[in-house]
């Protein structure tokens, strides 16, 4: 053997050359990059890519990319989102549940390749109705959320949305439990003779039911309520909700009668500040169980036959609110609704000064008798 053929055969082979196509194509996508960055474009790389190789007439297969593994990975990326805008912890577990039931599925029927197709959404939502039975607006709710989700998650990953062409059921309505006024005054009597006699017990429960059906406040709001947030001394007492639905603050009257109980009850505290105003035995902010725990108890000592609960509460709130005012957008005002078809069950406009009238209804309601209200309502 030759020095030259030995030569030749340690040679690395050549290296293709790039054609004037070829680079033309990586051009392209190197401004499809930029371009998709200058406008705040966040996806990923290759997101973008699939994208403007889209607009260029190339079609990827969709089951080149196992659609199961993008929904886990996007639902960790959603709920990261959900939760540095603030949403509630009740938000997230149902977004989280919905997500999960879906993969479930998609595991169990061995459809993972297909969560990108209205077919497989379709049949999942159907097995979720045949397995668990839930309710009308449990139902429009879980639909809502998996489709905010998809339609998100298919816009960052560049596949098709599989809710586009799928019309959302009709939202439900129903009327809510509410209780008369009488009924409200059974369990507000109940609540002043407990069983047991701890402490400061009476006043609580008593305060609980009576916050919760003058104000109208959510479970939530009503639990992390502190004193900072009760403007007590002045002419028109008030209260702030600083963390609504949609993290949205507001500030709303307070009924005389419930202010001047949490007067009495503030000058027990010492300097109160950021302290709770509604707490457990131990000290600690009331939990949600123990709450439940106050509602269900006062009712069944009361001889109510209705499921009664801290929502029943509100929604009698605003029927007795719009029953003394005719007004719906006053209720919304009033329950922090963002959107006015929530309340439109309750069945009309009034000016911003009538909510401190209407509030001080609510105080009468609250602890008079239907006949003594049927009485003063005629004078």
Request: hydrophobic letters at 40%.
């Amino acid at each position: 053997m030759t020095e030259t053929r030995v030569v030749r055969q340690l040679e690395a082979p050549a290296l293709p050359s790039l054609r004037p196509a070829d680079h033309a194509a990586v051009a392209a996508i190197e401004r499809a990059l930029l371009e998709a960055r200058r406008t705040g474009d966040d996806q990923a790389p290759f997101a973008i890519i699939a994208g403007a190789l889209a607009e260029f007439g190339v079609v990827i297969p969709l089951r080149s990319r196992p659609s199961a593994l993008l929904v886990e990975r996007g639902r960790d990326d959603w709920l990261r989102r959900l939760r540095s805008g603030g949403r509630s912890e009740s938000a997230l577990r149902a977004y989280r549940t919905a997500i999960d039931d879906l993969l479930s599925w998609a595991a169990r029927s061995g459809r993972g390749e297909e969560l990108f197709e209205e077919r497989a959404i379709v049949d999942h939502l159907d097995d979720y109705r045949q397995r668990l039975s839930p309710a009308a607006a449990t139902y429009h709710r879980r639909f809502l959320i998996l489709r905010r989700f998809m339609r998100w998650l298919s816009s960052r990953e560049g596949v098709p949305d599989p809710f586009v062409d799928l019309e959302a059921p009709r939202k439900p309505r129903h009327e809510g439990e509410w209780l008369t006024p009488a009924e409200f005054r059974r369990m507000l009597e109940a609540a002043g003779k407990p069983l047991r006699r701890h402490n400061g017990i009476v006043e609580r429960d008593r305060l609980v039911l009576l916050a919760l059906v003058t104000t109208g406040l959510r479970r939530s709001e009503l639990i992390n309520l502190d004193w900072r947030d009760l403007a007590l001394d002045d002419l028109q007492p008030s209260l702030l909700v600083r963390h609504g639905k949609g993290d949205k603050p507001r500030r709303q009257p307070l009924a005389p009668q419930l202010a001047d109980e949490l007067r009495q009850l503030q000058r027990q505290m010492l300097p109160p500040g950021a302290d709770p105003v509604f707490r457990g035995l131990a000290g600690g902010r009331l939990q949600p169980k123990v709450l439940a725990a106050i509602i269900k108890r006062a009712a069944e000592r009361g001889g109510l036959e209705k499921r009664v609960t801290a929502h029943t509460l509100r929604h009698t709130a605003a029927t007795w609110l719009r029953q003394e005012t005719g007004d719906t957008r006053l209720v919304a005002e009033y329950l922090g609704h963002a959107d006015l078809s929530t309340v439109s069950r309750y069945t009309h406009v009034a000016e911003r000064e009538l909510l401190h009238e209407a509030t001080a209804a609510l105080g009468r309601l609250a602890s008079t008798d239907a006949t003594e209200v049927h009485e003063q309502r005629a004078a």
